[in-house]
């Protein structure tokens, strides 16, 4: 089904609204999306239930995905139809910090929860590309905002791939950094796993926290039922005695798991799930680290988006 379905033919489409705070502007995007008969249509919604549901979203981790766009979108339990609108803004408005100039506010039925990942899956692909961005923003009225959208065709029947719900890179080591640089990088920011790259930004390996944990234990050790017996062995001391000279690529383990864009969400959730990888670094044509997937990521943006 096309997505075009699930708007409205002016309410939906909105360019140039002055900026405002982050919940101005969604005020004035639901004001307009929900009129003209939606209250009578939805008699059990309410702007401000709605307004309630879109913040509460937002308070749990912003819906701003990069590039100045963002999604937001609430669950609804007495919407009959799955309802979206888009909105450019003459200057960006913060969402969490994170500056935003598209947004695409989404409305679904809580009966079908998977619907607003998929719309949202199909404009991410359409308004990663540059040059429909620039498109989008000069906009100068709502039919031409909704003509450029319906010459792309876009469909919710496709499958959900890495692209639509991978996490841009953040935190990541070169394979010639002191492995102390690593460790307090996970420290700080309380990662389980960090990505080794070099200057290409291609993944060789990652670390874990297993692996610092393990370092110069004796091999010995993974056949121990208890370590009672050796319970005043300090299991960190070669760690501190090779800290100094030790570099990223001599800890990293190799077998991290890299995966294309177009990776199914089933595979991910067999390579998560099945396989126990701790992170799927995604990575394009040209081998280049684009995004992360781990199980948090599937959790807050799938099952509980």
């Given at each position: 089904m096309?997505?075009?379905?699930?708007?409205?033919?002016?309410?939906?489409?909105?360019?140039?609204?002055?900026?405002g705070s982050r919940d101005t502007v969604l005020e004035t995007m639901l004001e307009t999306l929900c009129n003209n008969g939606f209250y009578t249509v939805n008699s059990e919604l309410s702007h401000e239930s709605i307004m309630e549901a879109l913040i509460a979203r937002e308070e749990r981790q912003t819906t701003a995905m990069g590039d100045?766009?963002?999604?937001?979108?609430?669950?609804?339990?007495?919407?009959k139809k799955a309802l979206f609108a888009v909105a450019t803004l003459k200057e960006p408005v913060l969402f969490e910090g994170n500056p935003?100039?598209?947004?695409?506010?989404?409305?679904?039925?809580?009966?079908?929860?998977?619907?607003?990942l998929k719309i949202m899956a199909q404009f991410s692909r359409l308004l990663g590309k540059a040059d429909l961005r620039r498109q989008v923003l000069d906009a100068e009225n709502g039919a031409e905002l909704r003509s450029i959208f319906k010459t792309h065709d876009p469909r919710i029947d496709k499958p959900l791939l890495a692209r639509d719900i991978m996490r841009p890179p953040k935190f990541s080591v070169m394979n010639t950094?002191?492995?102390?640089?690593?460790?307090?990088?996970?420290?700080?920011?309380?990662?389980?796993?960090?990505?080794?790259?070099?200057?290409?930004?291609?993944?060789l390996g990652e670390i874990t926290v297993g692996r610092l944990f393990r370092y110069g234990l004796p091999d010995f050790f993974s056949q121990l039922k208890?370590?009672?017996?050796?319970?005043?062995?300090?299991?960190?001391?070669?760690?501190?005695?090779?800290?100094?000279?030790i570099l990223a690529g001599d800890m990293m383990e190799p077998g991290a798991r890299?995966?294309?864009?177009?990776?199914?969400?089933m595979e991910i959730v067999f390579d998560l799930a099945i396989q126990s990888a701790s992170k799927l670094y995604v990575t394009d044509e040209e081998g280049r680290?684009?995004?992360?997937?781990?199980?948090?990521?599937?959790?807050?943006?799938?099952?509980?988006?």
């Open positions: 096309n997505i075009m379905n699930y708007t409205r033919r002016e309410e939906s489409w909105l360019p140039g609204l002055v900026s100045g766009i963002a999604f937001p979108h609430a669950r609804l339990e007495h919407l935003v100039q598209i947004i695409c506010l989404i409305l679904v039925p809580t009966s079908d929860p998977s619907l607003s950094d002191p492995v102390s640089t690593c460790s307090h990088l996970m420290s700080v920011n309380r990662l389980m796993a960090v990505p080794v790259v070099d200057e290409k930004r291609r993944v208890s370590v009672s017996f050796i319970a005043e062995f300090d299991p960190f001391e070669k760690y501190f005695e090779d800290e100094s000279s890299i995966v294309p864009m177009d990776y199914t969400i680290w684009v995004g992360t997937i781990d199980k948090g990521l599937v959790l807050d943006n799938v099952i509980n988006h």
